[in-house]
C-alpha cells in the first residue's frame, strides 16, 4: 500500500525526470504513475469490497451508549440487547463494549468520583482516594445507595464496567479527539478559568486527570503535585492516553453515579460543552442510584428496538443535509456506502425500507428525494397530531416514575433553547417528543409516532427549516405539556400538543410560498370530536 507522501513525491518528481525513470525510482509501474498525475486528490482511497465491520459496529455501539445515561447498568443495554438492537453480532458487540471499558479484575471499588467538569479546551475528572484508615467508607457506601444491600460493599464490578463505558462513549462520540485540530479563539463556549479553580480547590485526598490539548495547564504530562495541601493533577495532551488514564482511575472507584450519566449523555449532542457535574448530597445520590436502575423505570422502553436498517435510515438523514439534496435529486447508493462505510446489501436495505414507509420516492426508478408538497405537509402533521394526542392520554394515567427519561429530555430542550442553536432545538424537541411516546406504555402507537418522526426528519433536512426563532415558544410548549401530565392532566396536555404542532405545521407551510396554506383543510384533518 503506498502512501499519500509517496504518491505525492512521486509526482513531483516527473518535473525533472520522465515517467519511466520516476517508476523505476519509486518502484511502482509506469501506469500507476500516469493515474496518480491524472489524480487532483491523493490522499488513500476508501478500498473495494467489504468495509471493516468492527470500526463500523463500534461507532454503533458507542452511540447508542453515549445517550444511555444511568440505564446503561440496566438489561437493556446488555451486549445481548444491544446486538439485538442493532444487527450485530454479541461478539462483534462484545468487543466494541470491552474497548470502552476495563476488564472485570482491575475494578476494585473504594475511591469517590467528586467532579466532572467538560468545555474547549479541558475536560477535568476529580477522585478522592478512599480513606486508608477506612473510617467513613461504609457510612459513604451506604448513604449513596451504591449497595443493595445497605452494607459496606461495591456494587457488581459488570455496573461499573458498563458505566465506565458510558463515560468513555460520551467523550468519544462528543468529538472530544478532535479539540486539538481546533482553533482556539474559535471554539471557546465554556469558561477555562473557572474549571481550572477546581484543581485549585483540591484536597489532600483528591486526584485530577486533565485533558488539556491546548495548554491550558502550567507543567506536562502527568504532573504531580502530590503535597500535603494540594491534589495530584496529571496533565494529558493527547486524547487516546487521557482515556487509558481515565479507565484506570475510574475502575478504582466503587460506582459512577447515575446522575453523571445523565448529564454526560444530555451534553453529548453538545460537542460535551457546559458539563459541571459535581458530588451530590447523600440523598440526591440514593435516589439517582435507585431510579437510575429500576426495572420498572427501563420497562417503558419499547421492545422492537431500533435494527440497523432504522440507524442507516436515520444517518441517511444527516447524510443529506451534509451533500446538500434537493427534492428530486437521485441518491447514488454506490456512493452513500463509500461513504457511510457500511455494506451496499445494507444500504440498498435501509432505501427500500425508506421507500415502502413513503421516507424516499421510488416511483420514477432508483431512489430519490421526495417532492415535499403542502398536502404531504398537512398529512404528516394531522397524523402526529392525532397520534400524539392518544399517547399524551395514556402518560397522563402512569405513575410518576415513568416521567423520569421524559424530565431529562425536557432539561436537553432547556440548555438547547439557551443556545439558540436551530439544529440543537430541533433535535431536542424531537427528542423529547419521543420519550412522550416511550414513555406512554402504548408499543404500537410509539412505533407509528416514530416512523412519523422519521419522515419529519426527512422533511426539515430537506426544506432546510431553521427553529431557532421559535426555540423560546418550543419550550415553552414542552413546559406546559411537562406540567399537565405530571398533574395527570391530560386535557391541558392535549391542548398544549395541539396548539404546538398548529404552529409547527403553519412554519412548514409557510415555506411553500407559491401555494396558500389550506387553513379549511388542515381545520378539517384535525377536528377534535
Not at 445497605?150 to 460520551?170: E, N
Not at 437521485?330 to 445494507?346: A, C, T
Not at 425508506?354 to 428525494?369: A, E, F, N, Q, W
Not at 399537565?484 to 396548539?499: K, P, Y
Request: some cysteine; hydrophobic content about 40%; overall charge neutral.
Amino acid at each position: 500500500m503506498y502512501s499519500s507522501e509517496m504518491r505525492r513525491a512521486a509526482v513531483a518528481g516527473t518535473a525533472s525526470s520522465s515517467i519511466a525513470e520516476v517508476a523505476a525510482q519509486f518502484g511502482v509501474s509506469p501506469s500507476s504513475l500516469r493515474r496518480w498525475m491524472l489524480r487532483s486528490d491523493l490522499e488513500d482511497r476508501p478500498r473495494s469490497g467489504r468495509p471493516q465491520i468492527q470500526s463500523t459496529a463500534d461507532q454503533v455501539v458507542e452511540a447508542l451508549v453515549s445517550t444511555a445515561g444511568a440505564r446503561i447498568s440496566g438489561k437493556d443495554y446488555s451486549t445481548r440487547a444491544l446486538a439485538e438492537a442493532t444487527g450485530l453480532s454479541q461478539s462483534i458487540v462484545s468487543r466494541a463494549m470491552r474497548g470502552m471499558t476495563v476488564p472485570p479484575d482491575q475494578v476494585r471499588g473504594g475511591d469517590e468520583i467528586t467532579v466532572v467538569a467538560g468545555g474547549f479546551p479541558l475536560v477535568i475528572i476529580g477522585i478522592r482516594t478512599a480513606d486508608p484508615r477506612g473510617g467513613d467508607a461504609g457510612d459513604e457506601t451506604a448513604g449513596d445507595g451504591s449497595s443493595g444491600d445497605g452494607g459496606s460493599s461495591a456494587v457488581s464490578a459488570r455496573r461499573v464496567q458498563r458505566r465506565i463505558a458510558g463515560i468513555v462513549a460520551a467523550l468519544r462520540s462528543a468529538g472530544v479527539k478532535h479539540w486539538p485540530q481546533r482553533f482556539d479563539s474559535e471554539h471557546r463556549q465554556t469558561d477555562a478559568s473557572a474549571m481550572l479553580e477546581l484543581l485549585q480547590a483540591g484536597g489532600r485526598r483528591e486526584r485530577f486527570l486533565v485533558f488539556d490539548p491546548h495548554k491550558e495547564t502550567s507543567g506536562g504530562v502527568a504532573e504531580s503535585q502530590d503535597t500535603a495541601e494540594s491534589a495530584a493533577i496529571a496533565v494529558h495532551r493527547d486524547f487516546a492516553e487521557f482515556l487509558d488514564a481515565a479507565k484506570s482511575a475510574l475502575a478504582t472507584c466503587r460506582d459512577v453515579p447515575g446522575s453523571l450519566l445523565d448529564m454526560l449523555a444530555a451534553r453529548v449532542r453538545h460537542g460535551f460543552e457546559g458539563v459541571m457535574w459535581k458530588e451530590a448530597s447523600h440523598n440526591d445520590a440514593q435516589r439517582s442510584s435507585i431510579s437510575s436502575d429500576s426495572m420498572e423505570i427501563s420497562s417503558w422502553l419499547p421492545k422492537e428496538t431500533r435494527s440497523i436498517t432504522e440507524h442507516l435510515a436515520i444517518a441517511l438523514r444527516e447524510e443529506i443535509i451534509d451533500s446538500g439534496y434537493e427534492p428530486g435529486d437521485r441518491i447514488n447508493p454506490r456512493l452513500l456506502s463509500r461513504r457511510m462505510q457500511v455494506p451496499r446489501s445494507s444500504v440498498d436495505a435501509a432505501l427500500r425500507r425508506m421507500v415502502d414507509d413513503k421516507l424516499l420516492d421510488g416511483s420514477r426508478g432508483g431512489t430519490r428525494i421526495p417532492l415535499i408538497t403542502t398536502l404531504d405537509v398537512l398529512d404528516l402533521y394531522a397524523g402526529r397530531m392525532a397520534v400524539g394526542e392518544v399517547l399524551l392520554r395514556s402518560l397522563a394515567l402512569r405513575p410518576k416514575r415513568y416521567f423520569v427519561p421524559v424530565q431529562l429530555a425536557l432539561r436537553q430542550v432547556e440548555a438547547s433553547a439557551a443556545t439558540k442553536s436551530g439544529i440543537d432545538v430541533e433535535d431536542a424537541d424531537l427528542h423529547f417528543q419521543q420519550e412522550l411516546a416511550r414513555a406512554s406504555g402504548l408499543r404500537q402507537s410509539t412505533r407509528a409516532f416514530e416512523a412519523l418522526t422519521l419522515r419529519l426528519r426527512l422533511f426539515i433536512s430537506v426544506l432546510q427549516l431553521d427553529y431557532s426563532p421559535a426555540s423560546d415558544r418550543i419550550l415553552i410548549d414542552d413546559r406546559a405539556i411537562f406540567k399537565a401530565l405530571s398533574l395527570g392532566d391530560a386535557d391541558t396536555a392535549v391542548s398544549a400538543w395541539r396548539g404546538k404542532v398548529d404552529n409547527a405545521v403553519r412554519h412548514m407551510a409557510g415555506l411553500f410560498a407559491r401555494r396558500r396554506f389550506d387553513q379549511d383543510l388542515w381545520a378539517q384533518l384535525t377536528r377534535s370530536g
